[in-house]
């Protein structure tokens, strides 16, 4: 991964998601990140500036795929990547038809791979 001026806001209920997310594309990628736990603070929070938003479909609070439109209407450039370990087609088929630009299931087979696949997110 290069350095990026991208700007990558990850939505997870998960701290431990987090926090390891956060330090990865912050130290590997160079990207400016900002984490929530919580979507209804996210949603107030994603602006034009942002580039890509990392959104888990499976939280208690508010799930992924209510947020997705929420956040494209705040912003309906941003990419968004749906991260979930309970993947089902019809989940994956909602979050495209929804608006989401990929799809990625939790645990990461690697954390290089995922890195790679936002680099190539944000070239498009």
Do not use: C, W
């Not at 107030?44 to 997705?68: C, R, Y």
């Not at 309906?76 to 038809?97: C, E, G, I, Q």
Request: proline share 4%; aromatic share 4%; no cysteine.
């Amino acid at each position: 991964m290069s350095k990026k001026e991208s700007s990558i806001v990850i939505i997870d209920d998960e701290n431990d998601i987090l926090s390891m997310l956060e330090k990865y594309l912050t130290r590997e990628g160079g990207y400016k990140v900002r984490t929530f736990n919580n979507p209804v603070t996210a949603i107030s929070s994603i602006s034009k500036d942002t580039d890509l938003v990392l959104l888990d479909i499976m939280m208690p609070q508010m799930n992924g795929l209510d947020v997705l439109p929420k956040l494209l209407e705040k912003n309906p450039d941003v990419k968004v990547l749906m991260m979930t370990a309970y993947s089902t087609l019809d989940k994956v088929l909602n979050a495209h038809r929804k608006g989401a630009t990929n799809y990625v299931m939790k645990p990461f087979s690697s954390l290089n791979e995922l890195g790679n696949k936002i680099e190539d997110m944000l070239k498009d």
